[in-house]
């Protein structure tokens, strides 16, 4: 397949009557996951229809949404989706799509800037690299948490050192036994 210009620089991925995904830059099949990790990294890309052309970047969005939200991985609590439900063909439909765009940036930047304050506050002091441990370790309990959790599968991405995500885990889940030891050990 002959690569597709685009003169946004959004990768062009075209999806087919069969519901296959396929990514013009790459010429290669991808899934929902892959454009979710695209997502998550900042990249721009564009779905459309194989046979019509038309833009449907904004259906294949809401599946992944869906696929996540029943996967158990939930933010999109019961009230807010039926207000949000009740929002169509009120006469403020057209007003919601900009304030929701814009709530989320401002909660993207209040999260930067908070990331930004927490790493500065400890930035030169002796607790600096201690500080970063225990976010880490925080982070690797969090997932360890989450993946335990019935009805959460670990993601099958491989991860950024390039070692399995199965031995990431069992790492992971050795530590937090761990400190769940030194936790129980304290309480006594």
Do not use: C, W
């Not at 087919?16 to 454009?35: K, M, P």
């Not at 721009?44 to 046979?51: P, Y």
């Not at 993207?108 to 790493?119: I, L, M, P, Y």
């Amino acid at each position: 397949m002959k690569k597709q210009p685009n003169g946004d620089g959004a990768v062009v991925i075209k999806k087919y009557a069969n519901r296959r995904l396929y990514n013009t830059e790459s010429s290669s099949y991808i899934t929902l996951e892959h454009l979710a990790a695209m997502t998550r990294e900042g990249r721009e890309f564009r779905v459309v229809d194989a046979k019509t052309d038309e833009d449907i970047t904004h259906n294949v969005l809401t599946q992944i949404i869906m696929e996540e939200e029943s996967r158990g991985q939930t933010m999109l609590p019961v009230n807010f989706l039926r207000q949000l439900i009740a929002l169509y063909g009120d006469s403020m439909q057209a007003m919601v799509p900009d304030y929701l765009d814009a709530s989320m940036n401002s909660f993207r930047h209040n999260q930067a800037q908070f990331k930004t304050a927490v790493e500065g506050a400890f930035a030169g002091s002796p607790f600096a690299e201690l500080a970063k441990h225990n976010m880490a370790m925080f982070e690797a309990a969090a997932t360890a948490f989450k993946a335990a959790a019935p009805g959460n599968a670990a993601p099958s991405t491989p991860t950024a050192s390039g070692g399995s995500k199965d031995s990431e885990i069992a790492s992971l889940k050795a530590e937090l036994a761990r400190l769940r030891d030194k936790v129980d050990k304290l309480g006594e």
